[in-house]
């Protein structure tokens, strides 16, 4: 599964959440809103249906003071004039009422202002009537009452509250259109909200669910590949160790059948070194015997006495001799040296609890006379015990204490300091000099086998390090040095704390 | 030696044999000695052509064995003598460059009389094969057959 998918999951994720998060709250604003203007247009409607009311209820009033004035002039009944009272009392609260209730409309203000006007001269012209009664001339009410009808002042009340009402009735049929509309599109606005929430929900669990079928796969695979790897480093291991193992058998007969025609050489350069010694002796007899030709005795074994031409030819071979022999012995030690790193190398490793600083005060002790010879002191600081090879350690230790004395500077009193700590489960080795030091670039140079660095003054193989190497390797760790030249060396070696077997030679 | 005791000498290497037999001479054996360089001319000789060893009926051996040879190993022919009813008591020396101490002991349990390391340095070498050749001087060894 690559890092730019799981971006895109993620990012896609996001993205649903945010979508409906956003549906919601658009849903919840819209509805708040539509729910507001819903209940704003019932109001007006409610508002409407008043205003008609009112406009009713006036005209209802002024119908009343009408007939009753009509019924006073009639029957001069005072219940009648009381009746007309109460109803000319209640039109001009009334007119007012209606007035407030549509002021918000100003084609309706400038009816009503007709209206207001209207009734005005009509109440003037009532209250012309109920004088007339009062005053005892009925005629003259009645009269009044004749010319008004003709002046049509009713009609034209009726006329223009029949307006208003028109007004009314068209502005509710408005309002409830626009009332129904809000509410339907409240419930439509909640529907598809609601369904977009729906949607996306499906689709993140659509996401969901392929990202887990995408991460079990993910998992399956790792697990295939974790068991394929581990196959395939189990495959390498033992493919290496048998490469080690046939080099170490290589390694093993090649100089074992090294040695068998080194002897005859070596054998036979002794033999021939004998018979020369022969001859010249008997040149140098021959060389001596008096004219007259009786042999004299021969010359003593040991001493060869010779002179001018035969003297230079002994030198000669004996030169040669002596070049072919220290070969040979050189041959012989490089050959030894590694017949014992191949047995070195088929040693089974036996982990035992090794008291460290015992062991390397004990390799002090035994080479305390070098140390003392050339004017060194060894200082041995608290070490980590480890549970590993005993012998192998040994060796590691004294073959680098060892160097370590054999290459201080001449002259300067040597410091040598052991030093240990432990870290993540290893424990860390520093064995330290202030001696002639490595250059740089032989530092790699120094743990070849055969190969040394610096001045050659002192008596070595070539085999030390390569050896320590090899076995702080087996033992599962690694060794390194830092040095420069003239200034001292510290190699540094890092062991398992806890060395076993299984984890070095599980398939020996 | 008292009796005209025969050395037998299997050495692959002719030099080698060269080396041993001088040395030998040198301590003053004046005994036969017959090498041979592969181990199937030794095992011919030894056992005869029919491989019962009859033919070393009454003969005083003392062989002299390297174990690398080029056609087969001197354990086998170690094993193959100790096992003869008429070599069986033959004194077998194993002459050999091996210091492998496996292959010390598994001589010496097949039955082999001394086991000796071919020294490389030569001074070493000629002493040991000098000294052997005091040892054979004084050695009692019996007929193959009885």
């Given at each position: 599964?690559?890092?730019?998918?799981?971006?895109?999951?993620?990012f896609?994720?996001i993205?649903?959440?945010?979508?409906?998060?956003l549906?919601?709250?658009?849903?919840?604003?819209g509805s708040?809103?539509?729910?507001?203007?819903a209940?704003?247009?019932?109001?007006?409607?409610?508002?409407?249906?008043e205003?008609?009311?009112?406009?009713?209820?006036?005209?209802?009033?002024?119908?009343?003071?009408?007939?009753?004035?009509?019924?006073?002039?009639?029957?001069?009944?005072?219940?009648?004039?009381?009746?007309?009272?109460?109803?000319?009392?209640?039109?001009?609260?009334?007119?007012?009422?209606?007035?407030?209730?549509?002021?918000?409309?100003?084609?309706?203000r400038?009816?009503?202002?007709k209206?207001?006007?209207v009734i005005?001269?009509?109440?003037g012209?009532?209250?012309q009537?109920?004088d007339?009664?009062?005053?005892?001339?009925?005629?003259k009410?009645?009269?009044?009452?004749?010319?008004?009808?003709?002046?049509?002042?009713?009609?034209?009340?009726?006329?223009?509250?029949?307006?208003?009402?028109?007004?009314?009735?068209?502005?509710?049929?408005?309002?409830?259109?626009?009332?129904?509309?809000s509410q339907?599109?409240?419930?439509s606005?909640?529907?598809?909200?609601?369904?977009?929430?729906?949607v996306l929900?499906?689709i993140?669990?659509?996401?969901?669910?392929?990202?887990?079928?995408e991460r079990?796969?993910?998992?399956?695979r790792?697990?295939?590949a974790?068991?394929?790897?581990?196959?395939?480093?189990?495959?390498?291991?033992?493919?290496?160790?048998?490469?080690?193992?046939?080099?170490?058998r290589?390694?093993?007969?090649?100089?074992?059948?090294l040695?068998?025609?080194l002897?005859?050489?070596?054998?036979?350069?002794?033999?021939?070194?004998?018979?020369?010694?022969?001859?010249?002796?008997?040149?140098?007899s021959?060389?001596?015997?008096?004219?007259d030709?009786?042999?004299l005795?021969?010359?003593?074994?040991?001493?060869?006495a010779?002179?001018?031409?035969?003297k230079?030819?002994h030198?000669?071979?004996?030169?040669a001799?002596?070049f072919?022999?220290s070969?040979?012995?050189k041959?012989?030690?490089?050959?030894?040296a590694?017949?014992?790193?191949?047995?070195?190398?088929?040693?089974?490793f036996?982990?035992v609890?090794?008291d460290?600083?015992?062991?390397?005060?004990?390799i002090?002790?035994?080479?305390?006379?070098?140390a003392?010879?050339?004017q060194?002191?060894?200082?041995?600081?608290?070490?980590?015990?480890?549970v590993s090879?005993?012998?192998?350690?040994?060796?590691?230790?004294?073959n680098?204490?060892?160097?370590?004395?054999?290459?201080l500077?001449?002259?300067?009193p040597?410091?040598?300091?052991i030093?240990g700590?432990t870290k993540?489960?290893?424990?860390i080795?520093e064995?330290?000099?202030?001696?002639r030091?490595?250059?740089?670039?032989?530092h790699?140079?120094?743990?070849d086998?055969?190969?040394r660095?610096?001045?050659q003054?002192k008596?070595?193989q070539?085999?030390?390090?390569?050896?320590?190497?090899?076995?702080?390797?087996?033992?599962g760790?690694?060794?390194?040095v830092?040095?420069e030249?003239n200034?001292?060396s510290?190699f540094?070696?890092t062991?398992?704390?806890?060395?076993n077997?299984?984890?070095?030679?599980?398939?020996? | 030696?008292t009796?005209?005791?025969?050395?037998?000498?299997?050495?692959?290497?002719?030099?080698?044999?060269?080396?041993?037999e001088r040395?030998i001479?040198r301590?003053?054996?004046?005994n036969?000695?017959?090498?041979?360089?592969?181990?199937?001319?030794?095992?011919?000789?030894?056992?005869g052509?029919?491989?019962?060893?009859?033919?070393?009926?009454?003969?005083?051996?003392?062989?002299?064995?390297?174990?690398?040879?080029?056609?087969?190993?001197?354990?086998?022919?170690?094993k193959?003598?100790?096992?003869n009813?008429?070599l069986?008591?033959?004194p077998?020396?194993?002459?050999t460059t091996?210091?492998?101490s496996q292959?010390?002991?598994?001589?010496?349990?097949?039955?082999c009389?001394v086991?000796?390391?071919?020294?490389?340095?030569?001074e070493?070498?000629?002493?040991?094969?000098?000294?052997?050749g005091?040892?054979?001087?004084?050695?009692q060894?019996?007929?193959a057959?009885?």
């Amino acid at each position: 599964m690559t890092a730019e998918g799981q971006r895109r999951r993620a990012f896609w994720q996001i993205l649903l959440f945010a979508a409906g998060l956003l549906v919601l709250t658009v849903i919840s604003a819209g509805s708040v809103y539509l729910v507001n203007k819903a209940r704003e247009d019932s109001k007006w409607v409610v508002h409407t249906i008043e205003a008609e009311n009112q406009i009713n209820a006036l005209l209802l009033e002024i119908r009343r003071a009408e007939s009753t004035a009509r019924g006073y002039l009639l029957t001069q009944r005072s219940d009648f004039k009381a009746d007309h009272d109460k109803a000319i009392a209640a039109i001009v609260p009334a007119l007012d009422r209606l007035t407030r209730l549509i002021g918000d409309n100003p084609q309706q203000r400038k009816s009503i202002e007709k209206l207001s006007s209207v009734i005005e001269t009509r109440l003037g012209q009532f209250a012309q009537e109920m004088d007339f009664i009062r005053q005892g001339q009925p005629e003259k009410a009645a009269g009044l009452v004749r010319e008004l009808a003709s002046a049509d002042t009713t009609a034209a009340i009726a006329e223009v509250a029949t307006g208003m009402l028109q007004e009314e009735e068209r502005l509710f049929r408005l309002r409830t259109a626009n009332s129904d509309r809000s509410q339907t599109l409240a419930a439509s606005m909640t529907g598809i909200g609601s369904g977009l929430v729906v949607v996306l929900a499906l689709i993140s669990i659509w996401l969901v669910r392929r990202s887990t079928r995408e991460r079990d796969a993910a998992e399956a695979r790792l697990r295939d590949a974790n068991l394929n790897l581990e196959a395939v480093v189990d495959e390498r291991t033992a493919d290496l160790r048998e490469a080690n193992d046939e080099i170490q058998r290589f390694a093993y007969i090649v100089s074992h059948d090294l040695r068998s025609p080194l002897v005859n050489i070596m054998g036979f350069t002794s033999e021939l070194e004998e018979l020369g010694g022969d001859i010249f002796r008997r040149i140098g007899s021959l060389a001596h015997a008096p004219a007259d030709g009786a042999p004299l005795a021969p010359a003593a074994p040991g001493e060869i006495a010779l002179e001018g031409a035969d003297k230079q030819l002994h030198e000669d071979f004996s030169e040669a001799l002596g070049f072919i022999k220290s070969s040979i012995a050189k041959m012989d030690r490089l050959i030894s040296a590694i017949l014992n790193l191949t047995r070195e190398g088929r040693r089974e490793f036996q982990p035992v609890k090794v008291d460290t600083r015992e062991l390397i005060e004990a390799i002090v002790t035994t080479l305390a006379h070098q140390a003392a010879e050339a004017q060194a002191e060894i200082h041995v600081e608290p070490l980590p015990d480890l549970v590993s090879d005993r012998l192998a350690l040994e060796q590691i230790f004294s073959n680098l204490i060892d160097n370590a004395i054999k290459y201080l500077k001449p002259g300067v009193p040597g410091e040598i300091r052991i030093r240990g700590r432990t870290k993540l489960g290893y424990a860390i080795f520093e064995v330290s000099d202030n001696g002639r030091g490595i250059d740089p670039k032989d530092h790699q140079r120094i743990f070849d086998l055969f190969r040394r660095a610096g001045t050659q003054d002192k008596p070595g193989q070539g085999i030390g390090l390569a050896h320590v190497r090899a076995l702080v390797r087996r033992l599962g760790g690694t060794m390194s040095v830092s040095s420069e030249l003239n200034t001292g060396s510290t190699f540094t070696i890092t062991l398992p704390i806890a060395w076993n077997v299984s984890n070095r030679n599980r398939d020996r | 030696m008292t009796q005209p005791v025969t050395i037998i000498m299997v050495e692959d290497d002719e030099g080698h044999a060269r080396l041993i037999e001088r040395n030998i001479r040198r301590s003053g054996v004046n005994n036969e000695i017959v090498s041979f360089t592969t181990g199937t001319d030794a095992m011919r000789h030894l056992f005869g052509a029919d491989g019962s060893g009859l033919v070393q009926k009454g003969n005083a051996l003392l062989i002299l064995l390297d174990l690398n040879l080029p056609d087969m190993t001197g354990i086998d022919i170690l094993k193959q003598i100790k096992e003869n009813k008429y070599l069986k008591a033959s004194p077998v020396v194993v002459l050999t460059t091996t210091d492998d101490s496996q292959e010390i002991k598994r001589c010496y349990e097949l039955g082999c009389n001394v086991y000796i390391t071919k020294p490389v340095n030569y001074e070493n070498f000629a002493n040991a094969i000098r000294q052997l050749g005091l040892f054979f001087s004084v050695i009692q060894v019996p007929p193959a057959a009885t």
